[in-house]
């Protein structure tokens, strides 16, 4: 599975931003699929997951405000990050997890990675 990330930029804290995750593969419907983020200076965190049949999974830091999606016929995936905060500022990345268990947020567990988009938050 091939991941492409996209839909970062700059926004204002408060405002909203849609990232997309395009996947090449036929195998894309049977992957756990995340976003993860890594800010300046800090290691990468996971953000969400969601499983193949639409599932879904956050931090606490993002709980209420990002929602995690996909679309398997388009082989898409989404997140739409509300209410942002400085603290979003990121490079954020999709990933496609081997485990078929949804919640999992370990790096080790995802095996396909995007190549990330910057994600900038001006208060």
């Known amino acids: 599975v091939q991941l492409q990330a996209s839909g970062g930029g700059l926004v204002q804290a408060g405002g909203s931003l849609r990232l997309s995750c395009a996947a090449s593969?036929?195998?894309?419907?049977?992957?756990?699929m995340g976003w993860f983020r890594q800010a300046p200076g800090k290691e990468r965190e996971f953000v969400a997951g969601?499983?193949?049949?639409?599932?879904?999974y956050y931090a606490d830091s993002v709980k209420g405000g990002f929602t995690i999606s996909r679309d398997n016929a388009k082989n898409m995936v989404y997140l739409q990050m509300n209410r942002v905060k400085s603290e979003d500022t990121a490079v954020y990345y999709c990933?496609?997890?081997?485990?078929?268990?949804?919640?999992?947020?370990?790096?080790?567990?995802?095996?396909?990675w995007g190549q990330g988009t910057l994600v900038t938050v001006s208060s």
């Open positions: 990933a496609a997890s081997s485990s078929s268990w949804y919640r999992s947020t370990k790096e080790s567990e995802y095996v396909y």
């Open positions: 593969g036929r195998t894309f419907s049977n992957y756990v």
């Open positions: 969601v499983s193949s049949g639409g599932r879904t």
